[in-house]
């Protein structure tokens, strides 16, 4: 093992009353000229003291330095570029709804004419009842009668229906889900 | 993010003028107070993350989010505090979607610019400094800096970090023991 890793494993937390003094001192670069000679005689003997005004001399110096090379952009651009996105998030937050209501829209009036094709075409009906004659044929002990007759006399209905809650939520996922 | 917007994207978002960006702040405030702290915000975010590009990234985004909350404060240093905590969720954020790239290092123009009394010395210190600071957590960066460089109180990192404040000073402690021996300073038993 390390020598960091190990001195890290047996670490106790330690706390010392003369903390957030040296931190003052440390953080308002008083330390050590500018102090009592009492706190400087501390710091020196103690552990925590110590690292705490090396720590934040270091830390200060390095942000002192950091500042110096920031190069933020100007805040007059910083304020119209949030401006502009705001309105553009605006209008495509405003725009959603729309979109999501034309599509169940859609969505209803196909399944609508999946309805009225499935109620009056002969020859789905008729491609119908083969399905289902079949299916009655193959399942004939696994399905009740009762049910079968249901689903022979009403299945364009309830294709329809399963058809348009199949549309509406394709729709919804489609309008709400790319965000 | 603001870098991806074209000039196409601009003058359309123009030509809904009229609608209401809907900033609590207005715009001479946030100047005064982006002057204020952008330097600091963009700092912490270049420590913490360890990547100047994403650095500048982050900061524009920080303002964003910050004007976009539309929360109301009490006083400037409610303010900062909430500036912090958008910074560090969002260090948090890019940390997790692995945006961030390989840690930046002190160039020698950098280096020569840090306006120091004694310019070698101050750069070798800062070079110590940066690689010492790279080998800590994301966490532990930011707990430091916003400690020391920043001055913030033990509530206002807590909050900033998403911790609980009873565990922060030990926190601390371990990050600020971990950062002296990475830069060299004796272990605690030799001290006492």
Redesign the interface.
């Known amino acids: 093992m390390n ?2 890793k190990r ?2 494993k047996d ?1 106790e ?3 010392c009353e003369f903390e957030p003094d040296a ?1 003052a001192a ?2 308002q670069s008083r330390f050590p000229e500018w102090v009592d000679a009492g706190l400087r005689a501390h710091v020196a ?1 103690c ?2 003291c ?3 005004v ?3 001399s ?13 190069t ?2 100007d ?2 651009r ?2 119209w ?8 998030e ?2 495509e937050a405003a725009g959603r709804p729309i979109t999501a209501a034309q599509l169940i829209a859609f969505a209803c009036a196909v399944g609508l004419l999946g309805a009225c094709f499935g109620a009056t075409s002969t020859r789905f009906q008729s491609a119908l009842g083969w399905i289902a004659s079949s299916a009655a044929g193959v399942h004939a002990k696994a399905v009740p009668p009762a049910a079968m007759g249901v689903l022979v006399q009403h299945g364009a209905f309830i294709l329809a229906i399963a058809a348009v809650f199949f549309l509406i939520s394709t729709a919804v996922y489609l309008a709400l889900g790319r965000d | 993010m603001f870098r991806d917007m074209t000039f196409s994207d601009v003058s359309r978002t123009e030509a809904l003028d009229g609608t209401c960006a809907g900033f609590v702040m207005d715009e001479d405030t946030f100047r005064a107070f982006y002057e204020r702290t952008a330097r600091g915000v963009w700092a912490y975010l270049a420590r913490v993350t360890g990547d100047r590009q994403l650095a500048d990234d982050l900061l524009q985004e920080t303002f964003y989010r910050f004007l976009r909350a539309a929360a109301t404060h009490d006083n400037e240093s409610h303010r900062r505090n909430s500036l912090y905590r958008i910074a560090t969720n969002l260090a948090r954020d890019a940390r997790r979607r692995s945006l961030i790239r390989a840690p930046f290092s002190l160039s020698s123009n950098d280096i020569e610019r840090a306006g120091s009394s004694d310019p070698r010395d101050s750069a070798e210190r800062n070079t110590d400094f940066t690689h010492a600071m790279l080998h800590l957590k994301p966490r532990e960066r930011a707990m430091l800096w916003l400690a020391y460089a920043e001055g913030a109180s033990h509530r206002e990192i807590a909050d900033a970090l998403g911790l609980r404040p009873g565990s922060l000073k030990p926190l601390l402690f371990r990050a600020r023991r971990k950062l002296a021996l990475l830069l060299g300073r004796a272990p605690e038993k030799e001290k006492r």
Not at chain 1, 58 to 70: F, K, L, N, Y
Request: neutral net charge; hydrophobic residues 55%.
């Open positions: 020598p960091l001195e890290l670490l937390f330690k706390d931190l440390a953080l003997g552990a925590i110590s690292d705490v090396a720590i934040a270091a830390v200060d110096e390095a942000r002192e330095e950091m500042r110096g090379r920031a933020v952009p805040s007059g910083v304020w570029l949030a401006q502009v996105r705001a309105r553009r605006a209008a």
